[in-house]
């Protein structure tokens, strides 16, 4: 009987995973310690202080979240919510409410750990495509990790 069970709930797990969800997961080790880079990523809205290509951060709220507009230099804006937040784990958790990039049902997750004598910042984020082939949605969320990893280690110090 146990090796029925097995792989049917293979299958139900297999089944509840949404085929079309993407990952995009990108870090970088930078010379300071952990609780100076969480301090340089700072509030919800301090993206705006370190990523190269937010030319402007507004903070409101909805309910007891607080969302964030982000204006882009060169056009654009992102709404973004924040789902939770952990300031002792250095992390936090937010959702793409609307925006111009090619993804949907989009969760991102940013963190900070010790790594040695420095830290190691890990950003993460699960969404589907939209409007774009997979790779190109991947390409996009990816640079804008790589673009925000650069600038806040040059920022954090």
């Known amino acids: ?25 990108k870090t ?3 010379a300071a310690a952990p609780d100076t880079v969480w301090k340089t990523i700072g509030a919800f809205c301090g993206i705006g202080d370190w990523h190269p290509v937010v030319e ?10 607080e969302q964030r507009t982000l204006t882009l230099k060169g056009g ?4 973004e919510e ?3 937040r ?8 937010y959702t793409i ?3 111009p990039l090619p993804v949907s049902d989009y969760k991102s997750t940013i963190m900070v750990a010790k790594d040695g004598s420095g830290s190691k910042v890990t950003w993460s984020g699960n969404f589907k495509a939209k409007g774009a082939p997979d ?23």
């Open 135 to 157: 790779n190109k949605a991947q390409e996009a969320i990816g640079g804008v990790y790589e673009a925000g990893l650069k600038g806040l280690s040059e920022k954090a110090k």
């Open 76 to 79: 654009g804006t992102l709404l």
């Open 82 to 84: 924040e789902q939770a």
């Open 86 to 93: 952990d300031d002792k784990a250095m992390s936090y958790t």
């Open 97 to 99: 409410l609307e925006g």
């Open 28 to 30: 970088a080790t930078i």
């Open 1 to 25: 009987m146990l090796k029925f069970v097995i792989p049917a709930v293979a299958l139900a797990a297999a089944a509840s995973t949404p085929v079309s969800a993407l990952e995009v997961t």
């Open 56 to 65: 402007k951060c507004a903070l409101s709220k909805k309910g007891d979240k």
